[in-house]
């Protein structure tokens, strides 16, 4: 089973930039679709960016549309989130998520089965 460390998270000024990693344990982490999600204070966890076991799909949430960029090293077990231009409405608690019974980019997370600790991002203005 796969288990997920995230790391990165921090203070940024808004504009500023940060970049999020998720290492992942197990051998078929190559297999799984991953995702990033976030829950800021009083708000439901919502759908941030999505990519496929190969990379060669990824899906964004309208909001972080051309500001965030998922990517991942399957030879690293890593999948990654570079936030540019960042803002105070980015500030929540950041999750990476695997899904490993669905092949498809799904932004609900209930297709989601395994969750890193998560890493808390605050964006002052």
């Known amino acids: 089973q796969v288990q997920l460390v995230e790391s990165g998270g921090g203070l940024v000024q808004a504009g500023g930039s940060l970049r999020l990693s998720c290492a992942a344990s197990?051998?078929?982490?190559?297999?799984?679709?991953m995702g990033w999600f976030r829950q800021a204070p009083g708000k439901e966890r919502e759908f941030v960016a999505g990519?496929?076991?190969?990379?060669?799909?990824?899906r964004y949430a309208d909001s972080v549309k051309g500001r965030f960029t998922i990517s991942r090293d399957n030879a690293k077990n890593t999948e990654y989130l570079q936030m540019n231009s960042l803002k105070p409405e980015d500030t929540a608690v950041y999750y990476c998520?695997?899904?490993?019974?669905?092949?498809?980019?799904?932004?609900?997370?209930?297709?989601?089965?395994?969750w890193g600790q998560g890493t808390q991002v605050t964006v002052s203005s």
């Open positions: 990519i496929s076991w190969s990379g060669g799909s990824t």
């Open positions: 197990g051998r078929t982490f190559s297999s799984y679709t």
């Open positions: 998520a695997a899904s490993t019974s669905y092949s498809g980019i799904y932004v609900g997370s209930e297709r989601y089965d395994t």
